[in-house]
Protein backbone atom coordinates (compact mmCIF):
# COMPACT_ATOMS: atom_id res chain seq x y z
CA UNK A 1 0.00 0.00 0.00
CA UNK A 2 1.21 3.20 -0.84
CA UNK A 3 2.07 5.42 2.20
CA UNK A 4 0.18 8.89 2.82
CA UNK A 5 2.21 11.61 2.25
CA UNK A 6 1.46 15.42 3.73
CA UNK A 7 3.70 18.51 3.01
CA UNK A 8 3.04 22.48 3.45
CA UNK A 9 1.96 23.57 0.27
CA UNK A 10 2.40 27.39 0.60
CA UNK A 11 5.58 28.94 0.64
CA UNK A 12 7.68 29.59 3.54
CA UNK A 13 6.65 32.99 5.25
CA UNK A 14 3.62 35.00 6.53
CA UNK A 15 1.12 34.80 4.77
CA UNK A 16 -2.87 35.42 5.00
CA UNK A 17 -2.92 31.61 4.71
CA UNK A 18 -1.16 28.64 4.55
CA UNK A 19 -2.28 25.16 3.11
CA UNK A 20 -0.94 21.60 4.36
CA UNK A 21 -2.01 18.91 2.12
CA UNK A 22 -2.38 15.08 2.69
CA UNK A 23 -2.85 12.12 -0.02
CA UNK A 24 -3.43 8.81 0.78
CA UNK A 25 -5.68 6.35 1.59
CA UNK A 26 -4.98 7.31 5.64
CA UNK A 27 -5.76 10.84 4.73
CA UNK A 28 -9.31 10.79 6.08
CA UNK A 29 -8.33 8.95 9.38
CA UNK A 30 -5.31 11.23 10.11
CA UNK A 31 -7.71 14.15 9.79
CA UNK A 32 -10.46 12.73 11.73
CA UNK A 33 -8.02 12.29 15.04
CA UNK A 34 -7.29 15.66 14.88
CA UNK A 35 -10.09 17.79 14.12
CA UNK A 36 -12.55 19.01 15.73
CA UNK A 37 -15.31 19.92 13.30
CA UNK A 38 -17.90 23.17 14.19
CA UNK A 39 -20.74 21.12 12.50
CA UNK A 40 -20.03 17.19 13.22
CA UNK A 41 -22.98 16.42 12.14
CA UNK A 42 -21.68 17.85 8.30
CA UNK A 43 -18.52 16.81 9.04
CA UNK A 44 -19.47 13.13 9.34
CA UNK A 45 -21.47 12.79 5.94
CA UNK A 46 -18.10 13.46 4.13
CA UNK A 47 -19.31 15.04 1.29
CA UNK A 48 -16.29 15.43 -1.25
CA UNK A 49 -15.28 18.50 -2.61
CA UNK A 50 -16.71 20.47 0.92
CA UNK A 51 -15.19 22.83 3.24
CA UNK A 52 -15.28 21.98 6.65
CA UNK A 53 -14.77 24.60 9.34
CA UNK A 54 -13.27 23.60 12.45
CA UNK A 55 -10.14 23.64 14.39
CA UNK A 56 -7.29 21.13 14.86
CA UNK A 57 -6.66 20.21 18.22
CA UNK A 58 -3.55 17.89 19.55
CA UNK A 59 -4.36 15.74 22.54
CA UNK A 60 -0.68 15.22 23.57
CA UNK A 61 1.05 16.55 25.88
CA UNK A 62 -1.78 18.33 26.65
CA UNK A 63 -4.92 19.27 24.96
CA UNK A 64 -4.32 22.41 23.00
CA UNK A 65 -5.62 24.12 20.42
CA UNK A 66 -3.47 24.50 17.15
CA UNK A 67 -5.49 26.66 14.64
CA UNK A 68 -8.90 27.59 13.56
CA UNK A 69 -8.96 25.84 10.44
CA UNK A 70 -11.44 24.96 7.24
CA UNK A 71 -10.87 21.53 5.91
CA UNK A 72 -11.24 20.30 2.04
CA UNK A 73 -11.94 17.22 1.53
CA UNK A 74 -11.68 15.49 -2.10
CA UNK A 75 -12.39 11.72 -2.58
CA UNK A 76 -10.13 9.22 -4.46
CA UNK A 77 -10.27 9.43 -7.89
CA UNK A 78 -11.46 13.15 -7.94
CA UNK A 79 -8.61 14.55 -6.72
CA UNK A 80 -5.26 16.56 -7.58
CA UNK A 81 -3.30 12.91 -7.48
CA UNK A 82 -6.11 10.13 -8.05
CA UNK A 83 -5.74 9.61 -3.95
CA UNK A 84 -8.10 10.93 -0.70
CA UNK A 85 -6.78 14.30 -0.81
CA UNK A 86 -7.48 16.78 2.72
CA UNK A 87 -6.52 20.27 2.84
CA UNK A 88 -6.04 22.28 5.92
CA UNK A 89 -5.79 25.74 5.04
CA UNK A 90 -4.99 27.68 8.65
CA UNK A 91 -3.50 30.93 9.50
CA UNK A 92 -0.81 31.42 7.44
CA UNK A 93 2.03 31.79 9.81
CA UNK A 94 5.74 29.62 10.47
CA UNK A 95 4.35 27.81 13.58
CA UNK A 96 0.83 26.88 12.51
CA UNK A 97 1.70 25.40 10.00
CA UNK A 98 4.88 23.54 11.59
CA UNK A 99 2.62 22.58 14.56
CA UNK A 100 -0.48 21.21 12.25
CA UNK A 101 2.46 19.16 9.72
CA UNK A 102 4.03 17.67 12.90
CA UNK A 103 0.68 16.50 14.14
CA UNK A 104 0.13 14.60 10.66
CA UNK A 105 3.32 13.39 10.37
CA UNK A 106 2.31 12.45 14.00
CA UNK A 107 -0.69 10.22 13.21
CA UNK A 108 1.09 8.25 10.36
CA UNK A 109 1.56 10.32 7.42
CA UNK A 110 4.70 10.38 6.06
CA UNK A 111 6.87 13.77 4.37
CA UNK A 112 6.09 14.05 0.73
CA UNK A 113 9.06 14.41 -1.55
CA UNK A 114 9.53 17.46 -3.55
CA UNK A 115 7.00 17.19 -6.18
CA UNK A 116 5.89 13.50 -4.52
CA UNK A 117 1.94 14.78 -4.81
CA UNK A 118 2.13 15.85 -8.66
CA UNK A 119 4.14 12.36 -9.47
CA UNK A 120 1.30 10.31 -7.92
CA UNK A 121 -1.35 12.43 -10.40
CA UNK A 122 1.22 11.26 -12.81
CA UNK A 123 1.17 7.74 -11.89
CA UNK A 124 -2.56 7.53 -10.99
CA UNK A 125 -3.20 8.75 -14.66
CA UNK A 126 -4.32 11.79 -13.24
CA UNK A 127 -2.03 13.61 -15.72
CA UNK A 128 0.27 12.73 -18.29
CA UNK A 129 4.17 13.35 -18.20
CA UNK A 130 3.68 16.88 -20.40
CA UNK A 131 0.83 18.10 -18.30
CA UNK A 132 2.96 17.53 -15.24
CA UNK A 133 6.06 19.54 -16.25
CA UNK A 134 3.39 21.97 -17.27
CA UNK A 135 2.72 22.60 -13.64
CA UNK A 136 6.29 23.79 -12.92
CA UNK A 137 6.16 26.15 -16.22
CA UNK A 138 2.66 27.84 -14.88
CA UNK A 139 4.48 28.76 -11.35
CA UNK A 140 7.94 29.57 -13.21
CA UNK A 141 6.30 31.58 -16.23
CA UNK A 142 7.85 34.63 -16.59
CA UNK A 143 5.43 36.28 -18.86
CA UNK A 144 2.04 36.00 -20.19
CA UNK A 145 2.78 34.28 -23.03
CA UNK A 146 5.01 31.81 -21.74
CA UNK A 147 1.97 31.30 -18.90
CA UNK A 148 -0.14 30.92 -21.62
CA UNK A 149 1.98 27.98 -23.11
CA UNK A 150 2.37 26.34 -19.95
CA UNK A 151 -1.22 26.28 -19.37
CA UNK A 152 -2.50 25.07 -22.97
CA UNK A 153 0.18 22.24 -22.07
CA UNK A 154 -1.47 21.65 -18.48
CA UNK A 155 -5.08 21.32 -20.13
CA UNK A 156 -3.34 18.99 -22.21
CA UNK A 157 -2.97 20.43 -25.75
CA UNK A 158 0.18 18.70 -26.36
CA UNK A 159 -0.99 15.42 -24.58
CA UNK A 160 -3.63 15.69 -27.30
CA UNK A 161 -1.41 16.40 -30.24
CA UNK A 162 0.87 13.62 -28.87
CA UNK A 163 -1.70 11.06 -28.31
CA UNK A 164 -3.33 11.51 -32.32
CA UNK A 165 0.27 11.31 -33.96
CA UNK A 166 0.53 7.80 -31.76
CA UNK A 167 -2.50 6.43 -32.49
CA UNK A 168 -2.08 7.15 -36.43
CA UNK A 169 1.30 5.16 -35.88
CA UNK A 170 -0.77 2.38 -33.68
CA UNK A 171 -3.23 2.41 -36.63
CA UNK A 172 -0.47 1.74 -39.43
CA UNK A 173 1.07 -1.11 -36.74
CA UNK A 174 -2.04 -2.89 -36.26
CA UNK A 175 -2.58 -3.24 -40.05
CA UNK A 176 1.06 -4.07 -41.04
CA UNK A 177 0.68 -6.60 -38.11
CA UNK A 178 -1.84 -8.08 -39.71
CA UNK A 179 -0.20 -8.25 -43.06
CA UNK A 180 2.54 -10.16 -41.35
CA UNK A 181 0.27 -12.69 -39.78
CA UNK A 182 -0.81 -13.55 -43.68
CA UNK A 183 2.42 -12.93 -45.40
CA UNK A 184 0.51 -14.35 -48.54
CA UNK A 185 -1.37 -10.86 -49.09
CA UNK A 186 0.84 -8.50 -50.05
CA UNK A 187 0.61 -4.75 -49.12
CA UNK A 188 -1.11 -3.57 -52.16
CA UNK A 189 -0.57 -0.23 -53.53
CA UNK A 190 -3.36 1.82 -52.37
CA UNK A 191 -3.04 0.91 -49.08
CA UNK A 192 0.88 1.51 -49.13
CA UNK A 193 -0.10 4.91 -50.29
CA UNK A 194 -2.36 5.02 -47.82
CA UNK A 195 0.37 4.47 -45.23
CA UNK A 196 2.60 7.30 -46.92
CA UNK A 197 -0.03 9.76 -46.37
CA UNK A 198 -0.38 9.46 -42.76
CA UNK A 199 3.36 9.24 -41.94
CA UNK A 200 3.69 12.40 -44.54
CA UNK A 201 0.94 14.05 -41.93
CA UNK A 202 2.55 12.81 -38.97
CA UNK A 203 5.79 14.06 -40.01
CA UNK A 204 4.33 18.06 -40.97
CA UNK A 205 2.81 18.28 -37.60
CA UNK A 206 6.29 16.99 -36.10
CA UNK A 207 8.04 19.52 -38.20
CA UNK A 208 5.96 22.24 -36.97
CA UNK A 209 6.93 21.50 -33.81
CA UNK A 210 10.30 21.16 -33.88
CA UNK A 211 10.75 24.60 -36.14
CA UNK A 212 8.31 26.21 -33.00
CA UNK A 213 11.03 24.81 -30.30
CA UNK A 214 13.26 27.72 -30.63
CA UNK A 215 10.20 30.22 -29.94
CA UNK A 216 8.42 27.87 -27.38
CA UNK A 217 12.18 27.83 -25.20
CA UNK A 218 12.41 31.60 -25.28
CA UNK A 219 8.62 31.75 -23.83
CA UNK A 220 9.52 29.26 -21.37
CA UNK A 221 13.20 30.39 -20.47
CA UNK A 222 13.32 33.85 -21.64
CA UNK A 223 15.77 35.09 -24.58
CA UNK A 224 19.50 35.08 -22.80
CA UNK A 225 20.99 38.04 -23.79
CA UNK A 226 24.68 38.68 -22.96
CA UNK A 227 26.28 42.09 -22.46
CA UNK A 228 30.01 42.04 -23.39
CA UNK A 229 32.48 43.93 -24.19
CA UNK A 230 35.79 46.12 -22.99
CA UNK A 231 35.81 46.91 -19.51
CA UNK A 232 34.18 50.59 -18.94
CA UNK A 233 32.20 50.79 -22.11
CA UNK A 234 29.21 50.59 -19.86
CA UNK A 235 27.94 47.49 -19.64
CA UNK A 236 26.70 47.45 -16.57
CA UNK A 237 25.03 50.90 -17.31
CA UNK A 238 23.10 49.46 -19.79
CA UNK A 239 21.84 46.74 -17.89
CA UNK A 240 20.36 49.27 -15.28
CA UNK A 241 18.96 51.05 -17.76
CA UNK A 242 17.50 48.34 -18.98
CA UNK A 243 16.12 47.40 -15.99
CA UNK A 244 15.08 51.00 -15.00
CA UNK A 245 17.16 50.79 -11.69
CA UNK A 246 20.42 50.90 -10.25
CA UNK A 247 21.24 46.79 -10.18
CA UNK A 248 25.11 46.84 -11.28
CA UNK A 249 27.84 49.29 -9.66
CA UNK A 250 28.73 51.46 -12.02
CA UNK A 251 32.59 52.98 -11.75
CA UNK A 252 35.08 54.84 -14.05
CA UNK A 253 37.36 52.52 -12.92
CA UNK A 254 37.98 49.68 -15.48
CA UNK A 255 37.43 46.17 -14.04
CA UNK A 256 34.38 46.97 -12.00
CA UNK A 257 32.22 44.12 -13.01
CA UNK A 258 33.49 40.90 -12.10
CA UNK A 259 30.59 38.68 -11.28
CA UNK A 260 28.06 37.77 -13.57
CA UNK A 261 25.04 39.30 -12.77
CA UNK A 262 21.89 38.18 -14.18
CA UNK A 263 17.91 40.10 -14.24
CA UNK A 264 14.78 39.96 -16.40
CA UNK A 265 13.04 42.07 -18.43
CA UNK A 266 9.98 41.78 -20.24
CA UNK A 267 10.04 43.04 -23.75
CA UNK A 268 6.95 42.37 -25.79
CA UNK A 269 5.69 39.41 -23.59
CA UNK A 270 9.02 37.76 -24.29
CA UNK A 271 11.31 37.34 -21.43
CA UNK A 272 14.80 38.63 -21.86
CA UNK A 273 17.37 37.41 -19.41
CA UNK A 274 20.17 40.36 -19.36
CA UNK A 275 23.70 38.90 -17.99
CA UNK A 276 26.05 41.45 -17.35
CA UNK A 277 29.45 40.36 -17.69
CA UNK A 278 32.95 41.43 -16.73
CA UNK A 279 34.98 43.12 -19.70
CA UNK A 280 37.05 41.22 -22.15
CA UNK A 281 40.68 42.20 -22.06
CA UNK A 282 43.91 40.40 -21.93
CA UNK A 283 44.61 40.41 -18.14
CA UNK A 284 47.27 39.51 -15.66
CA UNK A 285 44.54 40.17 -12.53
CA UNK A 286 43.71 36.45 -11.41
CA UNK A 287 40.14 37.27 -10.85
CA UNK A 288 39.49 38.94 -13.61
CA UNK A 289 40.87 36.39 -15.74
CA UNK A 290 38.40 34.00 -14.11
CA UNK A 291 35.50 37.14 -14.89
CA UNK A 292 36.80 37.02 -18.59
CA UNK A 293 36.57 33.11 -19.29
CA UNK A 294 32.97 32.74 -17.67
CA UNK A 295 32.07 35.55 -20.24
CA UNK A 296 33.51 33.41 -23.26
CA UNK A 297 31.51 30.60 -21.66
CA UNK A 298 28.84 32.28 -21.35
CA UNK A 299 28.76 34.19 -24.79
CA UNK A 300 28.45 30.28 -26.15
CA UNK A 301 25.42 29.77 -24.07
CA UNK A 302 23.38 33.10 -25.17
CA UNK A 303 20.79 32.98 -27.89
CA UNK A 304 21.92 37.32 -28.03
CA UNK A 305 24.94 39.16 -27.36
CA UNK A 306 25.07 42.49 -27.17
CA UNK A 307 28.88 43.94 -28.03
CA UNK A 308 29.15 47.37 -25.91
CA UNK A 309 32.23 49.81 -27.59
CA UNK A 310 33.06 53.45 -26.68
CA UNK A 311 31.58 56.15 -29.11
CA UNK A 312 34.42 57.78 -27.67
CA UNK A 313 37.21 55.80 -28.75
CA UNK A 314 35.70 54.35 -31.60
CA UNK A 315 36.34 50.88 -32.63
CA UNK A 316 39.72 49.64 -31.51
CA UNK A 317 41.66 46.38 -32.12
CA UNK A 318 39.91 45.01 -28.79
CA UNK A 319 36.40 45.56 -29.75
CA UNK A 320 37.10 43.95 -33.26
CA UNK A 321 38.61 41.05 -31.26
CA UNK A 322 35.37 40.75 -29.10
CA UNK A 323 33.40 40.92 -32.37
CA UNK A 324 35.52 37.73 -33.66
CA UNK A 325 34.53 36.00 -30.82
CA UNK A 326 31.00 35.91 -30.78
CA UNK A 327 30.86 35.57 -34.35
CA UNK A 328 33.16 32.45 -34.17
CA UNK A 329 30.58 31.03 -31.37
CA UNK A 330 27.67 31.52 -34.23
CA UNK A 331 25.89 34.01 -32.31
CA UNK A 332 23.43 36.23 -33.13
CA UNK A 333 24.44 40.10 -31.94
CA UNK A 334 23.97 43.58 -31.96
CA UNK A 335 26.45 46.28 -31.82
CA UNK A 336 26.10 49.25 -29.36
CA UNK A 337 27.83 52.02 -29.90
CA UNK A 338 27.58 53.58 -26.22
CA UNK A 339 28.31 57.03 -24.64
CA UNK A 340 26.56 59.02 -27.98
CA UNK A 341 26.57 61.91 -25.88
CA UNK A 342 30.16 62.59 -25.51
CA UNK A 343 30.89 62.46 -29.55
CA UNK A 344 29.18 64.43 -31.92
CA UNK A 345 29.49 62.79 -35.46
CA UNK A 346 30.28 59.36 -35.50
CA UNK A 347 30.73 57.29 -38.50
CA UNK A 348 32.35 53.91 -37.16
CA UNK A 349 30.45 52.81 -40.60
CA UNK A 350 31.07 49.08 -40.30
CA UNK A 351 28.29 46.97 -38.91
CA UNK A 352 24.67 47.44 -39.95
CA UNK A 353 22.84 46.21 -36.83
CA UNK A 354 24.74 48.77 -34.91
CA UNK A 355 22.98 50.82 -32.47
CA UNK A 356 23.95 54.03 -30.96
CA UNK A 357 23.05 54.95 -27.73
CA UNK A 358 23.86 56.35 -24.20
CA UNK A 359 23.37 54.27 -21.42
CA UNK A 360 23.75 56.39 -19.06
CA UNK A 361 21.51 59.38 -20.34
CA UNK A 362 19.07 56.66 -21.73
CA UNK A 363 19.25 56.99 -24.94
CA UNK A 364 18.27 54.96 -28.18
CA UNK A 365 17.30 52.18 -25.65
CA UNK A 366 13.84 51.49 -27.26
CA UNK A 367 15.79 51.55 -30.90
CA UNK A 368 17.37 48.17 -28.84
CA UNK A 369 14.27 46.83 -27.62
CA UNK A 370 12.96 47.22 -30.87
CA UNK A 371 15.75 45.30 -32.51
CA UNK A 372 15.68 42.56 -30.30
CA UNK A 373 12.01 41.87 -30.83
CA UNK A 374 12.53 41.69 -33.99
CA UNK A 375 15.64 39.50 -33.61
CA UNK A 376 13.61 36.85 -31.51
CA UNK A 377 11.51 36.72 -34.04
CA UNK A 378 9.13 34.64 -32.72
CA UNK A 379 6.18 36.79 -34.36
CA UNK A 380 7.66 34.91 -37.47
CA UNK A 381 6.95 31.00 -36.02
CA UNK A 382 3.61 30.34 -37.10
CA UNK A 383 2.68 27.53 -34.68
CA UNK A 384 -0.20 27.53 -32.51
CA UNK A 385 0.62 27.87 -28.34
CA UNK A 386 -0.94 24.18 -28.19
CA UNK A 387 1.43 22.69 -29.83
CA UNK A 388 4.52 24.79 -29.21
CA UNK A 389 7.11 22.87 -27.57
CA UNK A 390 9.34 24.26 -24.55
CA UNK A 391 11.62 21.41 -23.22
CA UNK A 392 14.67 20.62 -24.63
CA UNK A 393 13.17 17.14 -23.89
CA UNK A 394 10.22 17.05 -26.08
CA UNK A 395 12.75 18.34 -28.89
CA UNK A 396 15.24 15.52 -28.67
CA UNK A 397 12.22 13.23 -28.48
CA UNK A 398 9.84 14.50 -31.14
CA UNK A 399 13.60 14.06 -33.46
CA UNK A 400 14.06 10.88 -32.78
CA UNK A 401 10.49 9.64 -33.86
CA UNK A 402 10.78 12.07 -36.98
CA UNK A 403 14.08 10.37 -37.65
CA UNK A 404 12.18 6.95 -37.66
CA UNK A 405 9.11 7.60 -39.34
CA UNK A 406 11.25 8.99 -42.29
CA UNK A 407 13.39 5.69 -42.19
CA UNK A 408 9.75 4.08 -42.34
CA UNK A 409 8.76 5.95 -45.00
CA UNK A 410 11.93 5.15 -46.89
CA UNK A 411 11.31 1.32 -46.10
CA UNK A 412 8.20 1.35 -47.66
CA UNK A 413 9.21 2.73 -51.06
CA UNK A 414 11.78 0.12 -50.91
CA UNK A 415 9.18 -2.32 -50.41
CA UNK A 416 10.38 -3.82 -47.44
CA UNK A 417 9.06 -6.47 -45.79
CA UNK A 418 6.13 -5.41 -42.96
CA UNK A 419 9.33 -6.36 -40.47
CA UNK A 420 11.59 -3.86 -41.14
CA UNK A 421 8.34 -0.92 -41.19
CA UNK A 422 7.34 -1.97 -37.79
CA UNK A 423 10.72 -2.05 -36.15
CA UNK A 424 10.39 1.82 -37.07
CA UNK A 425 7.10 2.36 -36.27
CA UNK A 426 7.46 1.41 -32.34
CA UNK A 427 10.48 3.34 -32.37
CA UNK A 428 8.72 6.40 -33.25
CA UNK A 429 5.74 5.36 -30.97
CA UNK A 430 8.49 4.77 -28.06
CA UNK A 431 9.66 8.23 -28.40
CA UNK A 432 6.65 9.84 -28.67
CA UNK A 433 5.48 7.71 -25.46
CA UNK A 434 8.50 9.70 -23.76
CA UNK A 435 6.94 12.84 -24.43
CA UNK A 436 3.63 11.67 -22.59
CA UNK A 437 5.29 9.51 -20.08
CA UNK A 438 3.79 6.22 -21.64
CA UNK A 439 7.46 5.05 -22.26
CA UNK A 440 9.61 7.42 -20.20
CA UNK A 441 12.20 5.37 -17.88
CA UNK A 442 11.78 5.92 -13.95
CA UNK A 443 15.20 7.74 -14.26
CA UNK A 444 13.76 10.41 -16.62
CA UNK A 445 10.58 10.79 -14.63
CA UNK A 446 12.11 10.76 -11.33
CA UNK A 447 14.49 13.93 -12.54
CA UNK A 448 11.62 15.66 -13.94
CA UNK A 449 9.68 15.49 -10.40
CA UNK A 450 12.48 16.04 -8.76
CA UNK A 451 12.53 19.75 -10.13
CA UNK A 452 9.44 20.21 -8.33
CA UNK A 453 8.78 21.98 -4.80
CA UNK A 454 7.68 20.23 -1.84
CA UNK A 455 3.91 20.69 -1.55
CA UNK A 456 3.75 19.93 -5.04
N1 LIG B 1 29.00 59.93 -20.92
C1 LIG B 1 28.61 58.68 -20.77
N2 LIG B 1 29.17 57.90 -19.85
C2 LIG B 1 28.75 56.65 -19.71
C3 LIG B 1 27.71 56.12 -20.53
N3 LIG B 1 27.51 54.84 -20.16
C4 LIG B 1 28.38 54.57 -19.17
N4 LIG B 1 29.12 55.68 -18.89
C5 LIG B 1 30.18 55.80 -17.88
O1 LIG B 1 31.23 54.91 -18.16
C6 LIG B 1 31.82 54.42 -16.96
C7 LIG B 1 31.85 52.90 -16.96
O2 LIG B 1 30.52 52.41 -16.90
P1 LIG B 1 30.17 50.93 -16.47
O3 LIG B 1 28.73 50.74 -16.76
O4 LIG B 1 30.66 50.63 -15.12
O5 LIG B 1 31.04 50.13 -17.52
P2 LIG B 1 31.29 48.55 -17.64
O6 LIG B 1 31.44 48.26 -19.06
O7 LIG B 1 30.29 47.81 -16.85
O8 LIG B 1 32.70 48.42 -16.96
P3 LIG B 1 33.40 47.12 -16.31
O9 LIG B 1 32.39 46.48 -15.42
O10 LIG B 1 34.52 47.70 -15.57
O11 LIG B 1 33.84 46.26 -17.41
C8 LIG B 1 31.01 55.02 -15.82
O12 LIG B 1 31.69 56.15 -15.34
C9 LIG B 1 29.70 55.40 -16.50
O13 LIG B 1 29.06 56.47 -15.85
C10 LIG B 1 27.13 57.00 -21.50
O14 LIG B 1 26.21 56.64 -22.25
N5 LIG B 1 27.61 58.24 -21.58
MG1 LIG C 1 30.44 46.56 -15.34
Known amino acids: MEETIAAIATPPGEGGIGI ?33 LG ?78 EAIIDVIRAKTEKGLDVALNHLEGKLKEVINSLSND ?28 DIINNSLQSINKMLEGFKAGKIYREGLKTVIVGKPNVGKSSLLNALLRENRAIVTDIPGTTRDVIEEYINIGGIAIKIIDTAGIRST ?26 DAEEGLTEEDYKII ?28 NNSLKISAKYEKGLEQLEQAIKQMVGTGQVKVGTDQMITRERHFEALGRAKKHLEETKTALKNNLAPDFLTIDLRAALRALGEISGETASEDIIDRIFKDFCIGK
Open 169 to 196: IIRILAYLEASIDFPDDEIEAMEQQEIL
Open 284 to 309: EDVVEKIGVEKTVELIKQGDLVLIVV
Open 55 to 132: TIVRSKPQKAVLDEVLVTFMRSPHSFTGEDVIEINCHGGYLPLKLILELVLEQGARLAHPGEFSKRAFLNGRLDLSQA
Open 324 to 351: DLVKKAGKKYLLLINKIDLVENIDLGIE
Open 20 to 52: IRISGTEALNIIDKIFQPKNPARWAAKKSHQIY
